[in-house]
């Protein structure tokens, strides 16, 4: 059975650091949720491939991934999440595939309605969040 991989960027931008958020629209059992931008790996692509493409189709910017926040997540059957840091390279954020993107900050994170299975990333990325010298690291 084909494992589908689903990456996801934890795009850092400022000082204080911020990370972009994204609120769900669809589908209708997970619209209002919010999560990391991203989406699936097509066949033939890399994950840094997939990374870079999906957040110009969902929020018409550019990024540079810059590592890995945490390891793989199983967010269903034969599903795995793969979350990576990125820097904003080009544009401004906008919710083209969402209700809604916004920056937020350490404190933020917890005040926001996370899709159940980012827990676990909603965790690292909590206890990883980048300080302003060093905003990503492998």
Not at 20 to 36: C, I, K, N, T, V
Not at 43 to 52: I, N, Q
Request: charged letters at 25%; aromatic letters at 6%; proline letters at 7%.
């Amino acid at each position: 059975m084909t494992t589908t991989v689903i990456v996801a960027a934890a795009i850092v931008a400022g000082d204080p650091a911020r990370v972009l958020a994204a609120q769900r629209s669809y589908p209708a059992e997970l619209a209002g949720f919010w999560e990391l931008p991203g989406g699936k790996v097509h066949d033939g692509e890399t994950d840094l491939d997939a990374l870079v493409r999906e957040c110009r189709e969902e929020l018409g910017v550019d990024v540079r991934p810059t590592g890995r926040l945490a390891g793989d997540v199983e967010i269903g059957p034969q599903m795995l999440l793969r979350v990576w840091w990125a820097e904003l390279v080009r544009g401004e954020p906008s919710a083209l595939e969402h209700q809604a993107v916004r920056w937020i900050d350490r404190d933020d994170i917890h005040a926001l309605r996370w899709l159940p299975s980012d827990a676990p990333v909603v965790a690292a990325l909590h206890a990883d969040w980048p300080r302003p010298a060093d905003n990503v690291r492998e």
